[in-house]
């Protein structure tokens, strides 16, 4: 039978080699067998993503525990499965305070918390760790558009005759691009108008319909 041949059969089956992935009771994974596990069947885009978050975390503790040089993803991934609960988590919630004082987006905050929420899961699921990660991200807050009321401005060009110039008298893709924004915001500002319009309108309709309906009844 080639090494590539399929085995087919109970008794077959209990010839082959254990896999130590299967073996997450007996504790013989490592950090690194699980980071390994943890990049499979993803993208090389997510993975450069995953690695720069993780390194983000590894440079965190390594500084907190004063440690130089800094630590390698496996080596920090080793000092943080060993951790209780308790002290799992206050590791996240310190990692996610310095990250808000570096500055960083929300939404990057919350992809790093999102990597270790991922990692940890599948470290648990495969019996390195007993905890989960429940610490929440960070709230992300929707800019409002405060500029005000647009004025759309056309400007006039002379028409140049043949030979004259490339534009010859069209319009500029800069300027239909101005005033393609301008027509957005106008439908959308008239939108907001038309729904509380119409939310007053039944208002008032209902409070008027309710006082013919009391001088009926009296």
Not at 1 to 8: D, E, G, I, K, P
Not at 87 to 115: Q, Y
Request: proline share 4%; net charge positive.
């Amino acid at each position: 039978m080639t090494a590539t041949a399929l085995v087919r059969g109970r008794n077959a089956r209990s010839t082959l080699p254990a896999s130590p992935r299967l073996l997450a009771g007996g504790r013989q994974h490592t950090a690194e067998t699980i980071l390994r596990a943890w990049f499979e069947s993803k993208s090389p885009h997510t993975i450069a993503a995953y690695q720069c978050d993780m390194g983000e975390f590894a440079l965190f503790v390594s500084r907190a525990l004063a440690i130089s040089p800094i630590l390698k993803v496996s080596e920090a991934l080793e000092w943080f499965f060993q951790q209780a609960t308790a002290s799992a988590h206050e590791t996240v919630l310190h990692f996610r305070s310095h990250l808000e004082k570096a500055g960083m987006a929300p939404s990057s905050i919350n992809r790093h918390l999102c990597a270790l929420r991922s990692l940890t899961a599948l470290a648990r699921m495969l019996g390195v760790i007993d905890w989960r990660i429940e610490l929440a991200g960070v709230k992300t807050e929707r800019r409002r558009d405060t500029r005000g009321p647009v004025r759309l401005e056309f400007v006039v060009r002379p028409r140049l005759g043949a030979g004259q110039g490339l534009c010859s008298g069209r319009p500029n893709r800069a300027d239909s691009i101005d005033i393609l924004h301008f027509f957005a915001r106008f439908s959308r500002r008239l939108t907001m108008f038309v729904h509380r319009f119409r939310k007053a309108f039944v208002f008032n309709a209902g409070r008027s319909f309710r006082r013919l309906m009391d001088r009926g009844r009296q």
